[in-house]
């Protein structure tokens, strides 16, 4: 059997604790994941381990799964990509917002965190390939309730946008490198 990959980005498979130079740098941390076509619109994703701030984290095997609703094509087994997509933004939010509040030592009696997102999938439908897509947009309303006051409340709110890794991506965009290996 032939392969062929045309070496675009230089970046392996699966990464190894070691592979990155970005793993040694303080604040920063390489995460890996693997996805593998279970039929249909199904996938399976199995996280490795990843590396922060120079420690290895063995978090190894845990497992999602996705599939596309069936509007979209799919059997709506599990979640969509999508919102996967938005229930790590959550999880994100909801982390950078518990380490916030501990900081400024209030108590969380209540956090929940509701998202939306406007998505254009014209393109995945096959309805239109010219143009740029359309806006998206992710709107998020977090209810909170604790010891604070709106003051420390409103302090941690903006210490999580500023220091929330996933809502940045989103907000501002990361460079994403691909490449395709053909066997």
Known sequence: ??????????VPLHHQPGDCSA????????FSVSTCWQG??????????SVVNGQTLHG???????????????????PGPQELLLAAF???LTASYVMAARAEKVH????????????DVNRFLGLEITGTPGREIVRYVITVSGSGSVSQFEKIHQS????????????KGMLIEGDQVIT
């Open 40 to 49: 249909g619109l199904k996938s399976e994703t199995v996280c490795h381990a």
């Open 23 to 30: 793993e040694q740098a303080p604040g920063q941390a390489v």
């Open 1 to 10: 059997m032939d392969t062929y990959t045309n070496k675009a980005v230089p």
């Open 90 to 92: 959550n999880a994100c």
């Open 108 to 119: 969380l009696d209540r956090l929940k965190i509701m998202t939306s997102g406007t998505l």
């Open 60 to 78: 190894e095997g845990h497992r999602l799964y996705s599939d596309e609703p069936e509007l979209l094509g799919g059997s709506g087994s599990a």
């Open 160 to 171: 999580v946008i500023a220091t929330s890794p996933n809502r940045w991506i989103i907000g």
